[in-house]
Nanobody, 125 residues
Framework: QVQLKESGGGSVQAGGSLRLSCAPL????????IGWFRQAPGKEREGVAG?????????PYYADSVKGRFTISRDTANTFALQMNSLKPEDTATYYC?????????????????WGQGTQVTVSS
């Protein structure tokens, strides 16, 4: 079982920025997907960004709602970040990092079997 350690999150006013970080531990797969998902109260979990070794970390995935505002990146050999800029109140949610061997399907969170504990992001208007 892959363990994921998340950090970051917090509260910010609309228009502000936050940075989330994720470190997967204990994996052996060389081809894998790292996804950032979020879940707001009363809503389904949705994929917001993803990156994979299958493309050499190129061509990341972004949900339409975050394109141009969020950036997923590989910071170190084993740390992945989600930079969130121009935050909106509707971005308020618990954000989760997830790991899954390829193929990647960020629109299907049920496929991802390893999850971080979640970190709260609150954006006030």
């Amino acid at each position: 079982q892959v363990q994921l350690k998340e950090s970051g999150g917090g509260s910010v006013q609309a228009g502000g920025s936050l940075r989330l970080s994720c470190a997967p531990l204990g994996y052996t797969d060389s081809r894998y997907c790292i996804g950032w998902f979020r879940q707001a109260p009363g809503k389904e979990r949705e994929g917001v960004a993803g990156i994979t070794t299958a493309t050499g970390y190129r061509f990341p995935y972004y949900a339409d709602s975050v394109k141009g505002r969020f950036t997923i990146s590989r910071d170190t050999a084993n740390t992945f970040a989600l930079q969130m800029n121009s935050l909106k109140p509707e971005d308020t949610a618990t954000y989760y990092c997830s790991f899954e061997p390829t193929p990647c399907a960020y629109g299907r969170p049920e496929i991802f079997r390893s999850w971080g504990q979640g970190t709260q992001v609150t954006v006030s208007s």
